[in-house]
């Protein structure tokens, strides 16, 4: 079976443009979930979508924001790119939401670079 | 808020010496507390989850890790370390407010394992 897949894998971009990334989440999987990892630190929450809706958010400005389509793939849209946001995306699936104790699967990530 | 502490950035053992990655918790409840692996240009992966079932808990690759409340630990151990145990290590607690699920990563603990 197919993992969580993520595209593109590398992208440079310059200030103030806009970014989608995209991801797919494990066959059945309903719920995704999309981390930022800044260079020499942990990921840090950015949005959790569940049967299209969202169901948390993490502490990012308004320029960031996602939607679930109904086939469960999400996308990441990211407006006036600051050079701060040049980091490692990653995207991450689990069966539902909320239970603690289920895992969440990764993807191997985005690496977007803002010059 | 929950929050994890990993209290050394870089650990360096010696191949088949014993490994161990301190991680401090700070929760308002019973918390579900994770460790994740991520080796280079790979995705995160889950070694071991606690969540109130038991207090010492076994991983994938010999890993283990002891929960202890009176301490608000929840360290990371390997009795023989071994050459691809090198990567970097995640303390991790989940936040179960708002009805989603929230991974908290700590800073990160990079393993060298040297010859």
């Known amino acids: 079976d197919a993992g969580v897949t993520q595209s593109p894998t590398h992208l440079i971009k310059t200030r103030g443009q806009h970014v989608t990334l995209r991801c797919s989440p494990i066959?059945?999987?309903?719920?995704v979930s999309w981390y930022q990892q800044v260079l020499g630190q942990g990921p840090q929450f950015i949005f959790q979508?569940?049967?299209?809706?969202?169901?948390g958010r993490g502490n990012f400005p308004d320029r960031f924001s996602a939607r679930q389509f109904p086939n469960y793939s999400s996308e990441l849209n990211v407006n006036a790119l600051l050079l701060g946001d040049s980091a490692l995306y990653l995207c991450?699936?689990?069966?539902?939401?909320?239970?603690?104790?289920?895992?969440?699967?990764f993807g191997s990530g985005t690496q977007l670079s803002v010059l | 808020a929950q929050s994890v502490t990993q209290l050394d950035s870089h650990v360096s053992v010696s191949e088949g010496t014993p490994v161990l990655l301190r991680c401090n918790y700070s929760?308002?409840?019973?918390?579900?507390l994770f460790w994740y692996v991520q080796h280079p240009n790979k995705g995160l992966q889950l070694l071991l989850k606690?969540?109130?079932?038991?207090?010492l808990v076994k991983g994938i690759n010999g890993f283990e890790a002891e929960f202890k409340k009176s301490e608000t630990s929840f360290h990371l151990t390997k009795p023989s370390a071994h050459m691809s145990d090198a990567a970097e290590y995640f303390c991790?607690?989940?936040?179960?407010?708002?009805?989603?699920?929230?991974?908290?990563f700590g800073t990160g603990t990079q393993l060298k394992v040297e010859l």
């Open positions: 066959s059945g999987h309903k719920s």
């Open positions: 979508y569940y049967e299209k809706e969202e169901r």
């Open positions: 929760s308002s409840y019973s918390p579900s």
């Open positions: 606690y969540t109130s079932a038991a207090t």
């Open positions: 991450a699936s689990s069966p539902l939401p909320g239970q603690g104790e289920e895992k969440l699967f």
């Open positions: 991790v607690v989940s936040d179960l407010t708002g009805g989603g699920n929230k991974l908290t």
